[in-house]
């Protein structure tokens, strides 16, 4: 299996990409901006754990990580997106206390980078 999991740098998606290495799968692993210490210690450890830098609101990095994995030899079998935001407004606010600027920020990436993920899916 070769497998792209978008949003690795802790959480779910380090968690979910670290095991699926351990099993002997390919693993591309998208961080955003900076590598955290627990996607650095993945990579030495796991010969399939393969680094990319993906932020999922980017499209010129989703496309450009499209074909740094093609050129690696050939297509994914599936995408995992763990990325994602909860701002403390949208955890401790009522809904008629919303913050314009977090539900906008939340909608670009759970949303709109959701949508651009799919785009690098075998599905497409
Ligand atoms: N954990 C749960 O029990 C649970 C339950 C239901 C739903 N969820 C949802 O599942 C998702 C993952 O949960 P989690 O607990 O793993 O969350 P988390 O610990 O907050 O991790 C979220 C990850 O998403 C990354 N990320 C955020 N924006 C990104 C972007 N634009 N491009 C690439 N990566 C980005 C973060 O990177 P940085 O570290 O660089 O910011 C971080 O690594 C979230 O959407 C969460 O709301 C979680």
């Known amino acids: ?10 959480g779910l998606g380090l968690v979910l990409s670290r095991l699926m290495a351990e099993k002997g799968q390919t693993v591309y692993a998208g961080y ?10 993945a990579a030495r450890r796991f010969a399939g754990f393969k680094m990319v830098e ?12 499209s074909q740094e994995i093609a050129r690696d030899g050939g297509n994914l079998d599936a995408v995992v997106v763990t990325a994602g935001i909860l701002a403390d407004s949208d955890r401790e606010l009522p809904v008629t206390g919303i913050v314009i600027d977090d539900l906008r920020a939340a909608l670009e990436v759970n949303v709109v980078g959701s949508a651009i993920m799919k785009t690098l899916s075998p599905a497409g």
Request: net charge negative.
């Open 32 to 41: 955003r901006n900076k590598p955290s210490d627990g996607v650095l210690e």
């Open 54 to 65: 993906l932020d999922v609101t980017n499209e010129p990095m989703a496309a450009a990580v």
């Open 1 to 10: 299996m070769r497998v792209l999991v978008a949003g690795v740098n802790q």
